[in-house]
């Protein structure tokens, strides 16, 4: 069992950043691949970002790359997500996932329904 709480949403304007934490608890973080999902009003969850188990591999959806950084504190048991130049279509509730690495041959998926364990989410508005 992966416990995930979610924290570092807000209300910023079009341009600015943000960084969203992820602490895990229960299964040992390392051998877990962690990701970031978002969900906007009226639209199906989508996929941000993931990185794989020993944090050497990331993967970015076109819409974020080059602005959002995700990265791993493993003293921590913590995911980061580094969120800048922000757009107002990057409103949405953020979701982190987790799921055993021994799933994915990259060490992650980019598909939500892979994933077990979930947040509670949190709320990131971006006004223009």
């Known amino acids: 069992q992966v416990l995930l709480v979610e924290s570092g949403g807000g209300l910023v304007q079009t341009g600015g950043s943000l960084r969203l934490s992820c602490a895990a608890s229960?299964?040992?973080?390392?051998?877990?691949?962690m990701a970031w999902f978002r969900q906007a009003p009226g639209q199906e969850r989508e996929f941000v970002t993931a990185i794989s188990r020993s944090g050497g591999l990331t993967h970015y959806a076109d819409s974020v790359k080059g602005r959002f950084t995700i990265s791993t504190d493993n003293a921590k048991n913590t995911v980061y997500l580094q969120m800048n130049s922000l757009k107002p279509e990057d409103t949405a509730v953020y979701y982190c996932?987790?799921?055993?690495?021994?799933?994915?041959?990259?060490?992650?998926?980019?598909?939500?329904?892979?994933?077990?364990?979930w947040g509670q989410g949190t709320q990131v508005t971006v006004s223009s």
């Open positions: 229960g299964r040992t973080f390392s051998s877990i691949a």
């Open positions: 996932a987790a799921e055993g690495a021994y799933r994915f041959s990259l060490g992650y998926s980019t598909t939500y329904s892979d994933y077990t364990y």
